[in-house]
């Protein structure tokens, strides 16, 4: 049955609902449920949008109905079986092979059906939502998942936050329309050849938002403008970043701020790592090892030197705030067995951010103890949250079991301090964060890959990372230089990889250095695992710390850094514009190139660099596709005509960037 509403088509087939309405410029938002209503909920479909006019339309034998805004367009049948059309082209369209009618012609003896709702006991619905599938069709964005395959076309993605993986769930298709799984439950998605399938776990309705446009930027403003941009980058932030695994005293951070302002190398910020507190929960330095922070943090920014400390969700049962927190309900609960959410150096449940009084109570102890010393910005580490186990069905939230939204955690988390510093009057908040969801753009974080290993197979899988983080909405994307963690920082073969990805990193949204450089060869300053003790108190990891050659080649690139300062300030611009990201895909720039939508080992780092990281162990040359026009390498100044692959020289002092020519 077909109701027509004045914006909203609903469908009623066999006890579900279906709804159909413009959400946006050429987009509309499909929303599918058994239950009696729908939530209210609007998820990562936060921004307010102009009521788009909904044309709707029943066909005269009552068999289909249909819905356009502007270019996009959905027709539907009475078993409610969707197809989907751009500029009155079929895009995509829903899987269905059972006896009743349907839109295309196939097979109907398989009794597949489109959606399927398998009811949890006392609960809610698993929902499995099947669409037929182009096997020509390039499948990007999706977050963060480390792998080698940047085209997601044929891959199967684990919808669940953990260390280094985030799910990000919008894609952008090489047809011309992008996707948003509007939900932040726990699920899976497969891009298979023959099939696609989106499968979400104890949800009460399906929510998905399509847009069409004729290229990805076109997309990525689309899907901004209905969950939101980055503000505007801090220019004082644009520079380096210092940090290592772990400074254990404030004499330690000073020390290394004084070498820097000594060489003369600007320092944007420095950032004080994990186990600066007495326990996990506290919040607060640790005053054997860290006693005056005032007077630390006022000579840090008399030397320009921004501050970053990092804080954790995770709450030891030790804590001075376990207690209290426990009583009060703002911990995550455990549904069966033990309360116990996470173990790493201690006996430790995890903070509830879904809960507004948790995140109140979170901010309270973070402004009391960091940010009133004059502390810039806050690390939120552990932000997916990082558990004993994923098992997902054994945690629940404020909000509900974390199979149904546990993906939107580390946006609360992030939230806990973003909107209560806009609050309190800061203009620009930026917190580093290891993950996110759908929206987190818009609530200041800087979000990093993750604890990822320090190898050339690692970088390789970075690039593609940051490819499709910006395709998914999400500009300031990070990694570690030189990965998270090495075992012998001595090694030729690290010291080379870190050269090469402090070469990339120049050209992404922060400048970091940060990792654990083993072996660990420095005394304990006393006999605890934390505090100040012996846990991850490895090599040194500023820039002079692997010897002349090296530092030599850091300090050179980060005058390239440097040098692009009034660049770098654009491409954030536009971030905060129109949704682009900074580190984007050739196709990003160059849609109509048809071999730039098959080129994922080089980038362009906004509009006017082409950059060709290297991206294995040994190698001081590579193929470099330049598409049509007249480019310059940066190093040399020489200039090459595009539309065809050069051979570009890559010693150890540089990687291959080229910049478009005037008037290109």
Request: charged share 25%.
């Amino acid at each position: 049955m077909f109701i027509c509403e004045e914006r909203t088509l609903f469908v009623r087939h066999q006890g579900e609902t279906l709804r159909i309405e413009p959400w946006g410029k050429d987009s509309l938002r499909i929303r599918a449920t058994m239950y009696p209503r729908f939530s209210g909920e609007n998820w990562a479909l936060s921004e307010k949008v102009t009521n788009y006019p909904a044309e709707i339309s029943v066909s005269e034998d009552g068999s289909t109905a249909e819905i356009r805004n502007g270019r996009i367009r959905i027709v539907v049948n009475a078993q409610s079986v969707m197809k989907v059309l751009k500029d009155g082209k079929v895009i995509f369209q829903e899987y269905f092979r059972n006896y009743e009618g349907t839109l295309v012609n196939e097979s109907r003896c398989l009794k597949y059906i489109n959606r399927e709702y398998t009811q949890y006991v006392g609960g809610d619905y698993r929902i499995v939502q099947k669409f037929d599938s182009d096997p020509h069709e390039k499948i990007f964005g999706m977050g963060q998942y480390q792998q080698a395959n940047t085209d997601l076309k044929g891959c199967i993605l684990d919808l669940e936050q953990r260390n280094s993986q985030v799910s990000v769930p919008f894609m952008i298709s090489s047809k011309g329309y992008g996707l948003l799984l509007n939900t932040p439950a726990v699920g899976r998605v497969s891009f298979g050849m023959n099939i696609t399938e989106f499968r979400v776990e104890a949800v009460k309705e399906l929510d998905y938002w399509v847009t069409v446009a004729d290229t990805p930027k076109q997309l990525l403003k689309n899907y901004t403008d209905v969950s939101g941009r980055a503000s505007e980058f801090p220019e004082d932030l644009m520079g380096l970043w210092q940090c290592k695994l772990r400074y254990r005293s404030q004499e330690e951070v000073l020390s290394v701020a004084r070498e820097y302002k000594k060489r003369n190398i600007p320092l944007d910020a420095i950032v004080i790592d994990f186990f600066h507190w007495p326990y996990q929960g506290d919040w607060r330095f640790d005053q054997t090892y860290w006693p005056d922070p005032q007077a630390m943090v006022d000579e840090l920014h008399e030397m320009g030197i921004k501050v970053c400390v990092s804080v954790w969700p995770s709450v030891d049962k030790k804590s001075e705030n376990f207690a209290e927190m426990w009583e009060r309900g703002l911990l995550i609960r455990t549904e069966r067995g033990g309360a116990q959410t996470y173990d790493y150096q201690g006996d430790c449940v995890e903070i509830d951010c879904t809960n507004p009084e948790a995140r109140a109570y979170l901010y309270e102890k973070v402004k009391k103890n960091y940010l009133d010393y004059g502390i810039d910005m806050v690390w939120l580490d552990n932000a997916e949250p990082d558990y004993v186990k994923y098992d997902f069905d054994h945690y629940r939230y404020y909000i509900g079991p974390a199979l149904a939204c546990s993906n939107i955690y580390p946006q609360f988390y992030s939230r806990a301090i973003y909107d209560s510093q806009i609050k309190d009057g800061v203009k620009t908040p930026v917190n580093l964060l290891r993950s996110c969801w759908a929206g987190s753009q818009k609530y200041g974080n800087v979000v990093w890959s993750g604890d990822v290993p320090s190898t050339f197979e690692s970088l390789r899988d970075q690039l593609q990372c940051g490819i499709n983080m910006g395709l998914a909405g999400i500009p300031w994307w990070t990694t570690d230089i030189g990965g998270f963690m090495t075992a012998d920082w001595q090694d030729p073969d690290f010291q080379q990889l870190l050269i090469r990805w402090f070469e990339f990193a120049v050209y992404t949204s922060v400048l970091r250095l940060h990792g654990e450089r083993g072996p660990i060869d420095i005394e304990p300053l006393d006999d605890r695992d934390w505090g100040g003790g012996y846990l991850h108190t490895g090599h040194a990891n500023e820039m002079w710390s692997y010897g002349e050659a090296n530092y030599r080649i850091m300090r050179d690139q980060l005058e390239i850094r440097l040098g692009m300062k009034d660049y770098l300030k654009t491409i954030f611009r536009e971030a905060h514009e129109d949704g682009s990201p900074l580190l984007r895909a050739m196709f990003y720039e160059f849609p109509e190139d048809e071999k730039c939508w098959n080129v994922y080992d080089q980038y362009m780092f906004g509009s006017e660099y082409l950059v060709a990281p290297i991206l294995s162990l040994n190698t001081f040359a590579r193929e470099v596709y330049l598409p049509e026009g007249k480019w310059i390498d940066i190093r040399d100044g020489k200039e090459y005509e595009g539309g065809r692959t050069v051979l570009a020289e890559a010693p150890l002092e540089s990687i291959p960037v080229f910049r478009k020519a005037a008037g290109n």
